[in-house]
């Protein structure tokens, strides 16, 4: 037969906020990874999960970059996000000014491709 399981209303989580049997990580939660410092998730996706890229480190090359408060959606319209993605896969810097809209956005971008340079 199957086992059945209740959330305890009243239980306590050390280190969560919890809210009717279920613990939320916040932003004060400490994280093992990070030898006990204080860091929360982005709102949708906890810490432990969003960082999980540095396991691999040893493994291939990983860039980690936290915005602070960055919540899970909000992040795509970020212009630091924007600006990081840029000159990751492009390899050159972003403009310093972001416009509000992309669709008449253009700027010289330099590639490596097979060791040499290719300008697009």
Do not use: M
């Not at 810097?93 to 300008?119: H, I, M």
């Amino acid at each position: 037969g199957l086992t059945k399981f209740e959330l305890d209303s009243t239980g306590d989580f050390p280190n969560y906020s919890v809210s009717g049997g279920i613990a939320y990580e916040t932003k004060e939660t400490q994280q093992n990874k990070l030898r006990g410092k204080r860091r929360g998730g982005d709102g949708t996706v906890p810490y432990p999960s969003l960082s999980y890229c540095s396991y691999w480190e040893d493994e291939i090359d990983v860039v980690i970059e936290e915005l602070e408060g960055a919540e899970h959606r909000e992040i795509l319209k970020d212009k630091t996000f924007t600006r990081l993605i840029v000159e990751y896969n492009c390899h050159a810097p972003a403009p310093p000014q972001l416009p509000d809209s992309f669709k008449n956005l253009s700027f010289d971008v330099t590639e490596l491709r097979d060791r040499r340079k290719a300008n697009r």
